[in-house]
């Protein structure tokens, strides 16, 4: 009886055995989760990247307009938060405003509450793109998801989600 494919030996399991030939009194276990993991997170930001493409967005843009989206109208936060929300520095912040204020994606107002610093906002473009980018996405990754059963992606999401929280 053939194995089915699931159960043969994937790239994963071939370095594993090569290993464990090297290094026999070593458990490698973990490899078996953890490089599935970043295989996994290698083919989801290409799915991402060829989303947001498609969008006319790179994956930096989006980052900074969905982080805008996700507020209520008008859709707009300080550099500040936006930097918070999207974990850069503040001069890749600087840069990243510039090129979306330049596309007509997001712009800058004076924030009324504080008269010497600024609130960005999206704008109508800004949330076509950044909406079109996040159908993409889903719709990729559904088609990704698709080989696994509802109640498989929600065991997965409960494990994964133990698994990223801070220790």
Do not use: C, Y
């Not at 918070?84 to 800058?108: D, F, H, K």
């Amino acid at each position: 009886m053939n194995p089915r494919p699931s159960e043969r030996d994937d790239e994963v399991d071939l370095l594993i055995d090569a290993w464990s030939r090297r290094l026999p009194d070593t458990d490698l276990s973990p490899l078996d989760v953890m490089s599935r993991l970043r295989r996994a997170a290698n083919r989801l930001a290409k799915l991402r990247a060829a989303a947001f493409k498609d969008a006319g967005l790179a994956s930096w843009e989006f980052d900074v307009l969905a982080a805008l989206r996700r507020q209520e109208e008008p859709h707009e936060l300080s550099p500040a938060q936006l930097i918070s929300a999207t974990m850069i520095g503040s001069a890749a912040m600087t840069n990243r405003l510039e090129n979306l204020v330049a596309r007509g994606l997001v712009e800058r107002r004076p924030n009324p509450r504080d008269g010497r610093s600024v609130l960005v906002r999206l704008r109508p473009e800004g949330i076509e793109r950044v909406d079109e980018a996040m159908r993409g996405l889903v719709e990729r990754e559904a088609v990704e998801l698709g080989a696994l059963s509802r109640d498989d992606q929600a065991a997965l999401a409960r494990l994964l989600r133990l698994l990223s929280q801070d220790q």
